[in-house]
């Protein structure tokens, strides 16, 4: 589990192991060292709060196959997705994966299907919730007398899905279990040893190295009969059966016929007791991360349903999610590739600020599998560096390699390699990105033009929409990203003591870079998407905010003119609902002040109106990138950072109270906090790579009470408060006169406005499957 107890400060590195393992911390006061415990309290205050919120279907979902988001339960590993269709009687559980990747259209395609019928349930009464603190699917069928309970998850350590069904009630029910490819076709199977083997291909075109996979697919419990592509069963009163699906794709490995098999014909009740062991230890460290606690509890739930679903369609080591996560039911919309004019790299964003930074773990892969390509893109047009399409796939291929005269594709897709960096300050990590950077650095030093005149670079021909016609001059989107990767250039080559000689070339371009573009509209200066060419464009886009973010250039410690020029372009815009602007408008809102009672009515309506139960914020155009709507928006609003500045609820609404722990901060730092009664009870950050911490003070004219590592030392004051710190110190603020135990307190409740209720639905011990050997056959 995750933990903030592992600190230590000035002391040997074996005494420090010794105490952490026992809790502890150490701390130097005066001459001699003394044993202090530092509690965690966000382990329990995220894992009661994320148990209040789930899903729930009283009638089957309705929207499966429209090449996007679906409304179904769904559940995943950050490899394997499955969402679930039907009523009982002919109910499909859809299998995707992210490396399904067809080599003849590079688009993703669906994997196969597992299609539930139990023919004498026709009618019953659906139940179905998904169940996010335990990632599982419940399902309970209701006909008179009989009833049938399911319990259905992905396995969080291996490609596994498990589905338990339970019968009550005075009749056996004959059930069928029909194994199809991803089109609902019958594919090549064989049964043996109990296991029914389906063996699928990406789409229906064969090309050399389309992705092959096996669906290996066993039932435990009592007798079942393999003919086909079809088990057969009869399900008993008071009998739990366990269906469990081994799913390997030739991406997996060269063996990935008989290493599904293996895994399927293995599976004694032990086995699925110790992997069910292993998926909740996952995700109870998962949720264990980090916590929000405010008083709109469908905003709340949809931060954690967000989570959720990022947890489900991105791991490490992985296949990168594309536009529509693992959810794969059919032929998906746009290939379902990686489109890098905002999409893709939307879709991580909510990882950073949620310190769920392993989430990003398969971002990196696709963007750098393209470099060769895009020096070759870049080099046809005459340019250095790299220049990369709209659409791109895995191993470098691509759907549709077209720019669209968009010249910021590969500056968009750097935004999440420098915010990582910022967040994390990990110096591997920058080392293996750094190359990237280099080089689309290098494309926009060639590309840029100097303007003696008015002594600034320029950006032509550069659209910041799909197809704009020449000329496209300085756009606001390409300025601000352009602006975020020289910064990042800067800050990482400083930090590993490279790039010395092309610092200063960097930090010109950077300080020199053409104004972000302006124009008079209804009677007030707003944001316009380019100096020359678009201008105001009202189609459901945010472009003119996006030099705020993701370009990171406006935030509250700007200048006035420029942040009411921010907040009068949101207004303007009116873009909250739309198709393309709620993955970054909200948190651009955020940054730059703006009225946080109107951003918490609409992020409540995209809770709400613009949600489906399963938790999936939906817009047309896009998929998995409406993760970051009430994510970022929310954590914007609740902390700020991006300007190297650790600034606490700084646009929260007067009157509300609330609490969050474990967000990540710029630098590495891990903040918590709370509000009561318009007042900041107290600041805990944890310096996880040390350095220097900067915090404006959440108590103007006070002074604070300062304690670092669970001692008193001395208070602080003044407008900004800057600390040296080191790695794994835990530093506490409150205002002067507060206590430590105080803040222990404050830190151990909920906050004074949310319902952290019963966590019967979460880690309570009474939702496990179950773990009897005898009942996991």
């Known amino acids: 589990m995750a933990s903030s107890l592992r600190h230590q400060r000035r002391i040997s590195t074996l005494l420090a192991s010794a105490l952490v393992a026992l809790g502890l911390t150490t701390v130097q006061g005066g001459s001699s060292a003394v044993a202090q415990t530092v509690s965690d309290a966000t382990p329990a205050q995220a894992l009661r709060t994320v148990a209040q919120f789930q899903g729930v279907w009283d009638s089957p979902p309705t929207t499966l196959a429209n090449g996007g988001t679906v409304d179904a339960p769904l559940m995943g590993n950050g490899d394997v997705g499955v969402a679930v269709g039907g009523s009982v009687d002919d109910q499909t559980f859809y299998i995707g994966k992210n490396d399904f990747f067809s080599t003849a259209t590079n688009g993703i395609e669906p994997l196969g299907r597992i299609v539930l019928s139990v023919p004498g349930l026709a009618g019953a009464g659906h139940h179905v919730v998904q169940n996010i603190a335990r ?4 399902g309970t069928y209701t006909l008179g007398g009989e009833q049938l309970s399911s319990r259905s998850f992905v396995a969080a350590t291996q490609n596994l899905f498990v589905t338990t069904l339970r019968l009550s009630g005075s009749r056996s029910q004959d059930a069928t279990l029909t194994v199809q490819d991803g089109l609902g076709k019958t594919p090549a199977a064989s049964g043996g040893g109990a296991v029914l083997d389906a063996d699928v291909q990406a789409g229906t075109a064969a090309a050399p190295g389309n992705p092959q996979a096996r669906i ?5 419990g009592g007798s079942a009969r393999v003919s086909g592509n079809r088990i057969s069963l009869t399900l008993k009163p008071g009998v739990t059966y366990t269906v469990a699906a081994a799913i390997r794709s030739s991406h997996d490995t060269p063996r990935y016929q008989s290493v599904a098999h293996a895994a399927a014909s293995s599976l004694t009740g032990g086995a699925l007791a110790g992997l069910y062991a292993a998926h909740e230890s996952w995700w109870r460290e998962y949720w264990s991360r980090s916590f929000v606690q405010i008083p709109d509890q469908a905003v709340e739930k949809s931060w954690y349903g967000s989570l959720y679903l990022l947890g489900s369609a991105s791991r490490a080591g992985k296949y990168a999610p594309g536009l529509w996560g693992n959810w794969i039911t059919g032929n998906m919309n746009w290939y379902g590739d990686y489109h890098a004019n905002y999409n893709y790299e939307a879709a991580f964003y909510p990882a950073l600020s949620t310190n769920h930074i392993a989430q990003m773990g398969s971002y990196d892969d696709p963007v750098l599998d393209w470099m060769p390509r895009g020096r070759a893109k870049a080099a046809a047009g005459g340019y250095k560096g790299v220049l990369y399409p709209v659409g791109i796939s895995p191993n470098g291929t691509s759907a549709a390699d077209d720019l669209y005269n968009q010249k910021s594709n590969a500056v968009n897709l750097a935004s999440d390699m420098v915010m990582k960096y910022e967040y994390t300050r990990s110096a591997s990590y920058a080392r293996k990105v750094l190359p990237y950077l280099e080089q689309v650095g290098l494309f926009w ?3 840029l033009t100097w303007d003696e005149a008015t002594h600034t670079y320029n950006i032509h021909n550069d659209a910041p929409q799909e197809g704009g016609v020449y000329p496209q001059t300085n756009s606001i989107l390409s300025l601000g990203l352009v602006h975020l990767l020289f910064q990042g250039l800067i800050d990482i080559s400083r930090d590993l003591g490279v790039n010395q000689s092309l610092l200063p070339t960097w930090q010109h371009i950077d300080g020199n870079l053409a104004p972000l573009p302006t124009m008079t509209r209804n009677g007030q200066t707003v944001f316009r998407q380019t100096s020359e060419g678009s201008g105001w464009v009202s189609d459901g886009n945010d472009i003119a905010v996006q030099a705020v973010y993701p370009g990171l250039q406006v ?10 020029t921010a907040r009068n372009t949101v207004t303007q815009l009116n873009n909250w609902h739309s198709d393309n602007s709620p993955a970054t408008l909200y948190a651009a809102a955020a940054m730059v002040g703006y009225d946080p009672g109107t951003l918490m009515k609409e992020l409540h309506a995209e809770a709400t109106s613009y949600s489906y139960p399963n938790m999936a914020v939906h817009h047309y155009g896009g998929g998995v990138e409406n993760l970051n709507v009430t994510t970022s928006g929310l954590d914007e609003m609740l902390l700020q950072s991006f300007q190297h500045d650790i600034k606490v609820f700084p646009n929260w609404p007067a009157d509300s109270d609330a609490k969050f722990g474990g967000l990540l901060a710029y630098g590495n730092f891990q903040v918590s906090s709370s509000i009561r009664d318009n007042t900041v009870e107290y600041v805990r950050i944890t310096s996880r790579s040390g350095g220097q911490l900067t915090v404006t003070n959440p108590w103007p004219g006070r002074s604070v009470a300062y304690y670092a590592d669970g001692v008193r030392r001395g208070t602080l004051s003044g407008t900004t408060i ?13 205002p002067a006169g ?3 135990a105080a803040i222990h307190r404050e830190l151990a409740q909920p906050a004074k406005a949310s319902t952290t209720g019963s966590p019967a639905a979460g880690f309570d011990g009474r939702q496990h499957l179950p773990r009897r050997r005898s009942d996991l056959h």
């Open 135 to 138: 990632a599982q699917v419940e």
């Open 722 to 734: 800057k600390l040296d710190t080191s790695v794994g110190e835990t530093i506490d603020l409150a």
């Open 555 to 564: 935030g509250l410690n700007s200048g006035a003119d420029l942040l009411e």
């Open 445 to 447: 030093q060639d590309y």
């Open 738 to 740: 507060t206590g430590l």
């Open 216 to 220: 290996a697919t066993t039932v435990r």
